[in-house]
C-alpha cells in the first residue's frame, strides 16, 4: 500500500476529483462566475454564487459520470495543485540563483541571468501541474462514493459531505 492510499488521503484524493467534476460541469451554466473548491476526507466545499439545486445536479451528475470511466473530469485547469507547482518551481530557480554567501548588492546583478530561467522553469512546467493532479492530488477511481447531502453554509458557500 502506497502512501497515498492511506484511508484519510485516499479519501481526500476521491473527493478532489469529485470537486473538480462538478466545477467542470457546473462553469458552463456559470460561466463568467468564479468557482472553487477544497476537499478533505469527508467532502468538499465549493464556493461561488451558484444555485444549491444546480450544484447538487452537478455533483451527482460528476459522480455518475467518474463511476462510468470519466476521469478526465478528475483534472481541472484552475486547480491549486497547477499554481504551486509552477510557483515551486520557478520560485526555486529564483531562490537558487540569488543563494550562497555575499551581499544582496553584489547578488543582484544576478537576476538579468536568473529572470528568464525562473520564467523558462514556470512555462515548462505547465504540464507538471495536471500530471501531478492525474497521480497525486486526485483519484478518478471513486469506488462505492456516494454524496450524503448538500447544504449551504451561509450565501456562496456550499458543503458536499460524501461517504465510500
Not at 40 to 52: A, E, H, R, S, W
Not at 71 to 87: F, K, M, Q, V
Request: aromatic fraction near 6%.
Amino acid at each position: 500500500m502506497s502512501l497515498l492510499d492511506l484511508p484519510l488521503l485516499l479519501e481526500t484524493r476521491r473527493n478532489h476529483a469529485l470537486e473538480h467534476a462538478t466545477l467542470k460541469i457546473l462553469s458552463p451554466k456559470y460561466p463568467a462566475r468564479p468557482m472553487g473548491g477544497h476537499s478533505n476526507p469527508t467532502g468538499f466545499v465549493i464556493l461561488g454564487d451558484v444555485d444549491i439545486d444546480d450544484l447538487r445536479d452537478a455533483a451527482q451528475e460528476a459522480l455518475k459520470r467518474l463511476c462510468a470511466g470519466e476521469s478526465d473530469l478528475a483534472i481541472h485547469p484552475g486547480c491549486g495543485t497547477n499554481y504551486a507547482t509552477s510557483g515551486l518551481l520557478a520560485g526555486s530557480i529564483a531562490w537558487y540563483g540569488l543563494g550562497g554567501q555575499g551581499k544582496w548588492t553584489k547578488k543582484l546583478w544576478r537576476i538579468p541571468f536568473i529572470l528568464p530561467l525562473a520564467v523558462l522553469a514556470w512555462v515548462l512546467s505547465k504540464p507538471l501541474g495536471p500530471i501531478l493532479q492525474a497521480r497525486v492530488t486526485t483519484e478518478a477511481k471513486i469506488g462505492a462514493m456516494e454524496i450524503l447531502s448538500v447544504e449551504m453554509l451561509r450565501p456562496g458557500m456550499y458543503r458536499i459531505r460524501t461517504r465510500s
